[in-house]
């Protein structure tokens, strides 16, 4: 197929490079010190063909990408999330602040959008 041929398709269905949005710059950070910031995440369904599909949830340190827990479980509900902060603060005391992302599980709706464990 011809150059020309291609990018006019790609114009047609409005996805040249023209009419993509911007993307937004990535700001890089770094704490400065170990349990300055922590970030807790969810890791997607992930399948294991002899058990089934598991979601990873664990804590980070953001300093020096340390884990101080993680586990597996078949589920994201809101009390493994916090079992896994607690195992994580237990171990290796509390973090002066925690990041996540706007996940449903980690938000409640009647508190307007703010974490559950605010």
Known sequence: M?????????VRH?????TLPPV????????????????????GRTNFPLIGDLY??????DHNRFIP????FYRKYGVNL?????KSFVKYGLPKGILS???SV?????KGGEANYQ
């Open 2 to 10: 011809h150059q020309e041929t291609v990018r006019r398709v790609l």
């Open 14 to 18: 409005h996805i040249n490079r023209v």
């Open 24 to 43: 937004k710059r990535v700001k890089r950070f770094e704490a400065k010190e170990p349990n300055e910031l922590w970030q807790i995440d969810i890791m």
């Open 56 to 61: 990873l949830i664990c804590s980070i340190d």
């Open 69 to 72: 827990y993680g586990q597996w």
């Open 82 to 86: 916090y079992q896994v902060m607690y």
């Open 101 to 103: 992302d706007r996940e």
């Open 106 to 110: 980690f938000r409640s709706s009647k």
